[in-house]
């Protein structure tokens, strides 16, 4: 069994920061991709960001240039720098990660619970 536990979200000001993380902890035999999902109000849920076991990041474009995603191999961890937030970006902030499992090497997708970020105006 593998589970990831969100943390780091809260309330702030727009042009504030938050740093959430997601730690992956179980059954782990490697981590693949490791992405961050939101779903704000009355919205669906959309890819944030995402970085390869390699470092490699990808973003929405609502978000390049203010979000870095990064991760610590050693500890399956994975963050996520919120940086010049804006009221757009309240939303339930959910980590994803594929995991390959130490008992059987197959490839599983794990979420974590969410955590909130409200940003107000």
């Known amino acids: 069994q593998v589970q990831l536990v969100e943390s780091g979200g809260g309330l702030v000001q727009a042009g504030g920061s938050l740093r959430l993380s997601c730690a992956a902890s179980?059954?782990?035999?490697?981590?693949?991709?490791m992405g961050w999902y939101r779903q704000g109000p009355g919205k669906q849920r959309e890819l944030v960001a995402a970085?390869?076991?390699?470092?490699?990041?990808n973003y929405a474009a609502s978000v390049k240039g203010r979000f870095t995603i990064s991760r610590d191999n050693a500890k399956n961890t994975g963050y996520l720098q919120m940086n010049n937030l804006k009221p757009e970006d309240t939303a339930v902030y959910s980590c994803?990660?594929?995991?390959?499992?130490?008992?059987?090497?197959?490839?599983?997708?794990?979420w974590g619970q969410g955590t909130q970020v409200t940003v107000s105006s």
């Open positions: 994803n990660a594929e995991v390959r499992t130490s008992t059987w090497r197959d490839l599983i997708s794990v």
């Open positions: 179980g059954n782990i035999f490697s981590i693949n991709v």
């Open positions: 970085i390869s076991s390699r470092g490699s990041p």
